[in-house]
Structure formats: C-alpha cells, structure tokens
C-alpha cells in the first residue's frame, strides 16, 4: 500500500559526496520514521541512518560526521546526504519507511525501496 521510490546513486571518487532521495506514496495515515540501510556484497544489510517524524536521528557510527539524514514531512521524502565518501561505502542503499496506513481502517505498514547502487572508487 505504500510505495517507496529511489533515487540518487551512481559512482564518485573517494571524498566525492552524493545525495539520496526517497518519496513515499500511497494510502499514507502518518509516518513514524524514514531511514537508509545499505548492504554490500557478501554482507548482512545494516542500519545508516533513521530519522523519526519527530525529527529525532540516528545514525551508524561508520557514517556519523559524514552523512545527513533530513526529510521533508509535507512530501513524505526523505534524504541522505553522503559526504567524505570512502570505498567501504559501496553497496544497495535501501529507503525504509513505517507507519500507519488508512484502507478501510488504519493499520501499521512496513515498506522497503527497490535499492539504489553506491559505488565509491578509490
């Protein structure tokens, strides 16, 4: 019921930054919170960052200083702001969102992005 859609990866330079984007739609009630995971090659997918409707952050300590997670309320987006990047962040980044969607009643939803490739050349 709520589809995510991503957008802003591609390939840059070590100390290069790029930025992610991701909007929600759908029979949306309210969000709780919008976040990035990301999973490289051989690896479990891990937490990057996560920002609640109350604005409240948390970040990976592999990120923190480097990257911003914002997000716009009115246009169920959220952003990811990759700066300083280095090699070890390469992988599918993924946009997460949960809350609370509105069919014939409300209900909590969980829903995940198709992935966005990051890929950071040394």
């Known amino acids: 019921q709520v589809q995510l859609v991503e957008s802003g990866g591609g390939l840059v330079q070590a100390g290069g930054s790029l930025r992610l984007s991701c909007a929600a739609s759908g029979s949306i009630f309210s969000i709780n919170a919008m976040g990035w995971y990301r999973q490289a090659p051989g690896k479990q997918r891990e937490l990057v960052a996560v920002?609640?409707?109350?604005?409240?952050?948390n970040y990976a300590d592999s990120v923190k200083g480097r990257f911003t997670i914002s997000r716009d309320n009115a246009k169920n987006t959220v952003y990811l702001q990759m700066n300083s990047l280095k090699p070890e962040d390469t992988a599918v980044y993924y946009c997460n969102a949960r809350g609370v969607v509105v069919i014939t009643a409300l209900r909590d939803f969980e829903s995940w992005g198709h992935g966005t490739q990051v890929t950071v050349s040394s």
């Open positions: 920002v609640t409707s109350g604005d409240s952050t």
